[in-house]
């Protein structure tokens, strides 16, 4: 059982507004990430970490940041939302292990009016 | 860059065998996982290949052929509940990290 957990799970406010989507895991996961999925569509890799205090940008342009200051705490912010940024976001962590496994968060759908 | 091509919709019916194909060019590749998502859930993994072969998991197999930069998830004794979408997924680039495929969306009928 991955241990794994985001919130909101849902979350619909208005345009403008600064939001932060929370996620933590309890496994020591040295690599985090945050993808971007649209429903039926794929998934968008929008930032990384690969430890405390080391965050990337991912491969789809994204207006959010994200911070590392804990190694169980990656959360995702978006300054002033848009209703283009209404989508499903996603968390997950790996062991870097070389297991090839990603554990996900539920998710956290975003709605922005 | 990265791509990663494997067919959007795949049909077929319980108890059959179905496989899905993925194709990738990547930089630094280390190796090529696959996931199911259910409608509405989150990605679970299936299955990792770092080198070529065949790995079986129960009903599920996955193949990786590095100097043909393909792959394949064989699934056997299809279910309904194997009604899906298949996404796979590419480790590479310099600090490692996964990129996913467009998904194939799997529907099996009685």
């Known amino acids: 059982e991955a241990d794994i957990y985001q919130t909101p799970r849902y979350l619909v406010i208005g345009t403008g507004k600064k939001i932060t989507l929370e996620c933590s895991q309890t496994?020591?996961?040295?690599?985090m990430y945050w993808y971007q999925q649209d429903p039926g569509m794929e998934l968008h890799l929008i930032h990384y970490s690969y430890g405390v205090n080391s965050t990337e940008k991912g491969d789809l342009s994204s207006e959010s940041t994200v911070s590392r200051i804990r190694t169980e705490h990656f959360p995702l912010t978006l300054e002033s939302a848009r209703p283009s940024h209404t989508s499903q976001y996603l968390c997950?962590?790996?062991?870097?292990?070389?297991?090839?496994?990603?554990?996900f968060g539920e998710g956290s759908r975003l709605t922005v009016l | 860059g990265q791509s990663l091509e494997q067919p959007s919709e795949v049909t077929a019916v319980e108890g059959a065998i179905v496989q899905i194909n993925c194709t990738y060019q990547?930089?630094?590749?280390?190796?090529l996982s696959w996931y199911q998502q259910h409608d509405g859930g989150a990605p679970t993994f299936l299955s990792y290949?770092?080198?070529?072969g065949l790995e079986e998991t129960g009903r599920f197999s996955s193949f990786l052929s590095r100097s043909d930069s393909y792959g394949y998830l064989l699934l056997q004794e299809l279910q309904m509940k194997d009604s899906a979408s298949y996404f796979c997924?590419?480790?590479?680039?310099?600090?490692?990290?996964?990129?996913f495929g467009a998904g194939t969306r799997l529907a099996v009928h009685p």
């Open positions: 290949n770092a080198l070529d």
């Open positions: 990547t930089s630094g590749f280390y190796g």
């Open positions: 496994m020591g996961h040295d690599k």
């Open positions: 997924a590419v480790f590479s680039g310099g600090y490692n990290k996964l990129i």
């Open positions: 997950a962590s790996e062991t870097g292990l070389g297991t090839g496994e990603l554990f």
